[in-house]
């Protein structure tokens, strides 16, 4: 019976003693418990770099397009300067209608692109003189709206615009040797 007795402090987890104590609890922060909380601690920060990554990534819409680069190329007269440009194409969206027109952009992404592409085939240098470019942007947004079946684009942006100028012919000025003497009697 005394070994009974003996026994059961050993199997109870309370501590009867202050030394007992401290045993106990040096087991409890023991190499488990560390690792438990090393395991929560590493698990709390992957969860917190995952959803603020998943935050900082997502901006909201911003009501602009891009449609894509295009180049013109003018196979016109050379009475204009402009031979040839380039530039990226992006497109405002009304307000309201917003989420509607930027889903008919992505549907019918390929066939505004061929609008966009056959106006500037239509195009002449001298839409690309005025550096607004406002005939040229009202053109294209009345093709995109066309294209869309409802009026989405309230504004045309052109970016990147890099324009070649042709080569301006020398002009030859008249001087005095090339011009026949009739001063003689």
């Known amino acids: 019976m005394a070994d009974d007795e003996e026994k059961q402090p050993e199997e109870n987890a309370e501590p009867s003693t202050p030394g007992a104590a401290r045993k106990w ?15 929560i601690s590493i698990g709390l920060h992957v969860l917190g770099v995952w959803y603020f990554r998943d935050q900082s990534t997502e901006a909201p819409p911003s009501g602009e397009v891009t449609i894509g680069k295009f180049e013109f190329h003018d196979r016109g007269s050379p009475a204009t300067a402009i031979a040839a440009a380039s530039f990226r194409l992006h497109v405002g969206l009304l307000e309201a209608i917003e989420d509607r027109g930027r889903t008919a952009i992505d549907q019918r992404r ?5 609008s966009v592409e056959q106006l500037l085939r239509e195009a002449h240098g001298a839409d690309f003189e005025d550096a607004g470019l406002p005939e040229l942007k009202r053109a294209l947004q009345e093709r995109i709206n066309r294209v869309l079946g409802f009026r989405a ?4 942006i052109v970016t990147d615009l890099a324009i070649e100028r042709r080569e301006q012919p020398a002009i030859e000025t008249a001087t005095s040797e090339s011009t026949p003497d009739n001063s003689s009697s």
Do not use: C, I, N, Y
Not at 25 to 39: E, K, N
Not at 110 to 114: I, N, P, T
């Open 153 to 156: 684009v309230e504004d045309v």
């Open 25 to 39: 609890l040096a087991r409890l922060t023991g190499r488990l418990s560390l690792g438990v909380l090393l395991g």
């Open 110 to 114: 390929f066939r505004v692109q061929e």
